[in-house]
Structures are given as structure tokens and as C-alpha cells.
């Protein structure tokens, strides 16, 4: 299985400053089709998650423009330009190139 | 847009079988992949199994021998079973569109094993 890991596990952010988080693959995540499926997912506590990034930089519907996604084949990373209250919730990296899809560990976003 | 409602016994003792179904509204069963994932209390979240349009499923290997994901088109619906639960399948389920990533969910169902 690919193993997902995110950096920072926790991240205390101050509100209108911009946070930043990494995720990274065991193997890249090159399909043999040429796409590279790496989403982002954003949840706040006794929510669903809900999709904001796929294919590495492509925001889904409704997603703001203050989120973008960027990287290539292990290497990825999600920024939020400037952090707004209802941006807390944790953050999670999901790969969909290779059986069995798989999961970063989340990593927590607050304010400070 | 569309929706997705979800049920089943959220109560199970072990040994038992799970069985979710997950009903999809203002949305067509076809032309897409339709997606389990479940989340252990506290937890991350694990992918389950997805099922085409066409009715073909892939599986989560560590679930592989317990796991079965079906549809009924004609009710726009599509199913979970998970056999032999144990306290280690205790997790909020979710229903999903999508195969390579999910775009829209079920608010998911808690079931806990426990005997």
C-alpha cells in the first residue's frame, strides 16, 4: 500500500496569515495514465469531510480561491493564503493512483 | 445538487454482518463510481471499496475476504456488507461519489460493535 504522511501533524495558525501543509507519498502517484490523483479533504469536527483540491491544484465547486494546491509525483502541498475562522478542522492528503486508496493522518488546524 | 442519505443497524454484536444503504438523491447512479470510506472514532479515515456504473468493485485488500458493495440501479441505491464484524470495525461510515475522489458524501452512520 502507498503510505501517506503529512507535516505538520498539528498546526496553531493566526487568523488572515497564511498556513501551509505538506503531504508526501511512499511512491509517486503518477498514473499510468499521466494524471497524478492526490486530493485534498477538509473536516470539521461531527462533519463529513469534504472535498476541496483533486489532481493535485484543482479546486472543487464552491471551494475558495484562498485554498490551492500544488506538487508533483511524492511531493505535495496545500496552502491557505489567508486563514479564516471556519477553516479549522483537520486536513487530509488522499491518493487514488494505486489500489488501495489511502489516507494521510490528518493534521489538525487551529487558531491560535 | 445531489445528496446522499445512508442507513443500517448501527448497533452490531461481533460475528455479526454490517449492511449499510446509501440512497442517492437529485443525482443518477450512472456515470460514475460510488465510494465507501469509514473513519474509527478519533481517527483517520480508511477507504473501504468503490463500485462503478457498471456494477464492477474494488476492494480494500485488508477487508477483501469480509466485504461486498452492491447496487440497485432501478432504486438509484447502492450497498455495504461487511460480515464478521469485530470491535476493530467500530467507525463512522461514509457513502461517496466518486472513485479517484469524492465530491459529495453521506453525514455518515456511527456503528459500533460491541457485545
Known amino acids: 500500500d502507498i503510505v501517506m504522511t503529512q507535516t505538520p501533524l498539528s498546526s496553531p495558525v493566526t487568523l488572515g496569515q497564511p498556513a501551509s501543509i505538506s503531504c508526501r507519498s511512499s511512491?509517486?502517484?503518477?498514473?499510468?495514465?499521466?494524471?497524478?490523483?492526490l486530493a485534498w479533504l477538509h473536516q470539521r469536527p461531527g462533519q463529513p469531510p469534504r472535498l476541496l483540491i483533486y489532481k493535485i491544484s484543482n479546486r472543487f465547486s464552491g471551494v475558495p480561491d484562498r485554498f490551492s494546491g500544488y506538487g508533483a509525483r511524492t511531493d505535495f502541498t496545500l496552502t491557505i493564503s489567508r486563514v479564516e475562522a471556519e477553516d479549522v478542522g483537520t486536513y487530509y492528503c488522499?491518493?487514488?493512483?494505486?489500489?488501495?486508496?489511502?489516507f494521510g493522518p490528518g493534521t489538525k488546524l487551529e487558531i491560535k | 445538487q445531489v445528496q446522499l442519505h445512508q442507513w443500517g443497524a448501527g448497533l452490531l454484536r461481533p460475528s455479526e454482518t454490517l449492511s449499510l444503504t446509501c440512497d442517492i438523491s437529485r443525482g443518477s447512479f450512472s456515470g460514475y463510481y460510488w465510494s465507501w470510506i469509514r473513519q474509527p472514532p478519533g481517527k483517520g479515515l480508511e477507504w473501504i471499496g468503490e463500485?462503478?456504473?457498471?456494477?464492477?468493485?474494488k476492494y480494500n485488500l485488508s477487508l477483501m475476504s469480509r466485504v461486498s458493495i452492491s447496487a440497485d440501479t432501478s432504486r438509484n441505491q447502492f450497498s455495504l456488507q461487511l460480515s464478521s464484524v469485530t470491535a476493530a470495525d467500530t467507525a463512522v461510515y461514509y457513502c461517496?461519489?466518486?472513485?479517484?475522489?469524492?465530491?459529495?458524501w453521506s453525514q455518515g452512520t456511527l456503528v459500533t460493535v460491541s457485545a
Open positions: 461517496a461519489r466518486g472513485g479517484q475522489w469524492q465530491d459529495y
Open positions: 488522499m491518493q487514488a493512483t494505486q489500489f488501495p486508496y489511502t
Open positions: 463500485i462503478s456504473q457498471s456494477g464492477g468493485t
Open positions: 511512491q509517486s502517484l503518477v498514473h499510468s495514465d499521466g494524471n497524478t490523483y
